[in-house]
């Protein structure tokens, strides 16, 4: 049985090396694009960290020695983003900006990444020297040169104590608490499913200790043998505790007691990066998550690593609150209106303020607009209102008269608000009187501007249409008087 195992084992190493003599004493290594591939993306890691390249749909996916850093083993994962049609691209943009992510009719498939080993030695890659059992049976061993038959046991088997299994176990092998051991250079578990009939499942699955290669990666991983792919690997040296699932389902990362679904804990800035590769026809884009006790943030990986939203600590409760209608409060959990500010009575500064650039000039106004906290609204520039008459209906004209002599009768005073200091003077009517004397507005609490600049134009126009009447009347009467003067005169002469 050990024979056959080696045999087998000697066979699947000729492969693997055969597969990579192509890098033999080469200066480059090259990968060939599958039909179909637009981009891709290539991860190396070795003795010097990790590093990615990027490669465009016109480019030879390859690589020298001098990329990778210098000799040593190096891991490969290479993904290629299928090409995508101008057309589908702009369907797909349309219905994320949409937030629909759901599968575009037509997107092609992804294509399955691979991955693999190179190794550089002076300065050129060299081929992979992979571990065999060097004590391992074969037929010419042993004084009859025949191999040993395998041994089939037909029925249950029981080992009342330790069962050690490998090229390097010995006679009384010291078990100490293990109950099963597998001992020699090469550890796998193969799970060969043999079911053949009808939609059975038959997936090949394999439990592998550590690489073949010389200078290759110490780890335990599970291995989906029918496709080729390690879904899960632990790599030596990680943490106790990297990965910890307890006793109600909640997932610790770095901590033995996960307090929520998933409960993330490092020394500096615990986070989370969302990346997307690429490998289904999407824009890379990679985002991180994070907190630390400066604050909260979502950084742009790709645009620069900007920080567009941060939280710093202390922030206080409901300080941005967005409701169920798509209200947004701002220091207050139930807002009423689409945006909706509140500020304890406290609070001193302004609610809104937009800075500019600092350019030397001790004149220049920094503030663009400023909401204070008695009220008081500072802007920057010109306030406009909508007053295109295709906005308004209802249109009455006014009596310039009637409003004048209203306007008389309306007390003007000089104020300042209950919310600041005496010497923050103002001048004007009260809403009160303002609205029992002309009506306008929503009620009686409040004036706009507008209609206190209708009033003062209604007013100016009756006052200007007065003044013109009273200077035709004077007119007259001066035309008349000099009339009378005239004929005085003329009386006068006749009498000399």
């Known amino acids: 049985m050990r024979a056959c195992l080696f045999s087998v084992g000697l066979f699947l190493v000729g492969m693997f090396a055969a597969a990579l003599a192509q890098a033999e004493g080469a200066?480059?290594?090259?990968?060939?694009?599958?039909?179909?591939a637009a981009g891709a993306t290539l991860s190396v890691s070795g003795p010097r960290g990790t590093r990615q390249f990027t490669f465009a749909a016109n480019q030879s996916v390859v690589v020298n020695p001098s990329m990778l850093g210098g000799d040593g083993l190096y891991h490969w994962h290479l993904t290629f983003a299928p090409a995508i049609s101008e057309a589908l691209q702009a369907l797909a943009a349309q219905r994320r900006e949409a937030g629909d992510t759901s599968v575009v009719p037509g997107w092609p498939a992804p294509i399955p990444a691979s991955s693999g080993l190179l190794s550089v030695q002076a300065g050129q890659f060299a081929p992979i020297e992979l571990s065999q059992n060097d004590d391992a049976p074969t037929g010419s061993e042993g004084d009859s040169g025949e191999v040993p038959n395998d041994q089939v046991i037909a029925d249950d088997l029981i080992v009342q104590g330790s069962t050690c299994s490998g090229f390097d176990c010995v006679n009384n092998e010291s078990f100490g608490a293990d109950t099963l051991r597998l001992k020699e250079n090469n550890l796998r578990i193969n799970f060969d499913d043999t079911s053949s009939t009808g939609t059975f499942p038959a997936n090949d699955w394999r439990i592998v200790a550590n690489d073949q290669a010389n200078g290759g990666a110490n780890y335990l991983a599970f291995e989906d043998s029918t496709a080729g792919?390690?879904?899960f690997l632990v790599e030596a040296g990680a943490p106790t505790d990297a990965l910890r699932v307890d006793s109600t389902g909640n997932i610790g990362f770095g901590t033995a007691t996960p307090i929520l679904d998933l409960h993330a804990v490092d020394g500096d800035t615990p986070g989370l990066r969302l990346d997307q590769d690429g490998s289904v026809g999407y824009s890379p884009q990679i985002w991180d998550v994070a907190g630390n006790e400066t604050n909260f943030f979502i950084r742009d990986v790709t645009g620069a690593s900007r920080l567009p939203f941060r939280i710093r600590p202390g922030a206080p409760t409901s300080a941005i609150d967005i409701a169920g209608s798509g209200d947004v409060g701002f220091g207050i959990a139930s807002p009423t209106s689409a945006v909706h500010i509140r500020r304890a009575a406290t609070f001193s500064g302004s609610l809104l303020l937009a800075d500019v650039p600092d350019d030397g000039d001790p004149l220049t106004e920094d503030r663009r607009l400023a909401l204070d906290n008695d009220g008081n609204l500072f802007v920057g520039g010109t306030i406009t209102q909508l007053s295109s008459r295709h906005s308004k209906e209802n249109l009455v004209a006014v009596a310039g008269s009637t409003l004048l002599s209203q306007l008389r009768q309306l007390n003007l005073w000089t104020w300042n608000y209950r919310s600041s200091s005496m010497a923050d003077r103002h001048m004007?009517?009260?809403?009160?009187?303002?609205?029992?004397?002309?009506?306008?507005?929503?009620?009686?609490?409040?004036?706009?501007?507008?209609?206190?600049?209708?009033?003062?134009?209604?007013?100016?126009?009756?006052l200007s249409a007065e003044i013109e009447q009273r200077d035709r009347h004077i007119a007259e009467l001066e035309a008349r008087i000099a009339r009378l003067e005239s004929a005085l005169e003329r009386i006068d002469g006749a009498k000399d």
């Open 229 to 231: 792919r390690m879904p």
């Open 27 to 36: 200066s480059s290594h090259q990968w060939q694009r599958p039909d179909g």
């Open 428 to 462: 004007g009517p009260v809403a009160e009187d303002f609205y029992r004397m002309f009506g306008l507005g929503k009620d009686e609490r409040s004036v706009a501007p507008a209609d206190m600049a209708g009033v003062a134009l209604a007013a100016s126009q009756a």
